[in-house]
């Protein structure tokens, strides 16, 4: 045999198919597996589906919710003035619809908050990353920034009241140290 010269049991191309039209089974495997992925079905679930199982359950909760609370301030086993109830809330903010003053009071809390927040970015991101580059900083604040870390933001409100008074900064500080 010359060095050009190929044997193999392999047949050409033409003849894997066999007579005409016929295809071997595994060939014919293959192809309806690919079609099969090319012809991907997705199901839509239902909307009655989606509502009964994702929209339904948070619903029933938060309105449990608001009736247990409402049932617990007629009940009188809090003060009104203390809590009060779902219904006079919602009064209290139909009425400050109506009166065109709710957006303004909505607007001062939102305002608020991502002031605080803003001055928590950036104060905190520097103070972080100082923290994290060099190991004096670490080694003297770390263990205060993480014991405040825990502490929950609720907890601020009592000393900034005391310490501050009842005004803006004592909210801003209250949201600051809570980011």
Request: hydrophobic letters at 55%.
């Amino acid at each position: 045999m010359a060095s050009t010269d190929i044997t193999s049991d392999r047949k050409r191309p033409d003849e894997a198919a066999g007579p005409v039209g016929k295809k071997p089974d595994d060939l014919a495997g293959l192809e309806a597996g690919l079609d099969a992925l090319d012809a991907v079905q997705i199901r839509r679930t239902p909307v009655r589906e989606v509502l009964l199982q994702k929209v339904l359950p948070p619903v029933v909760a938060v309105a449990l919710v608001l009736v247990v609370w409402e049932l617990l301030v007629r009940a009188q086993v809090t003060e009104v003035y203390k809590l009060p109830p779902p219904s006079a809330v919602w009064d209290s903010a139909k009425n400050m619809w109506l009166a065109g003053t709710l957006l303004e009071v909505v607007w001062t809390s939102v305002s608020r908050g991502l002031f605080g927040f803003l001055l928590a970015v950036a104060i905190g991101t520097p103070l972080g990353l100082l923290v994290a580059r060099v190991k004096l900083v670490r080694a003297a604040i770390g263990p205060i920034l993480s014991g405040l870390q825990s502490l929950p933001s609720v907890a601020w409100v009592a000393p900034a009241v005391i310490w501050l008074g009842l005004n803006d900064q004592m909210m801003f500080a209250v949201i600051l140290l809570g980011a």
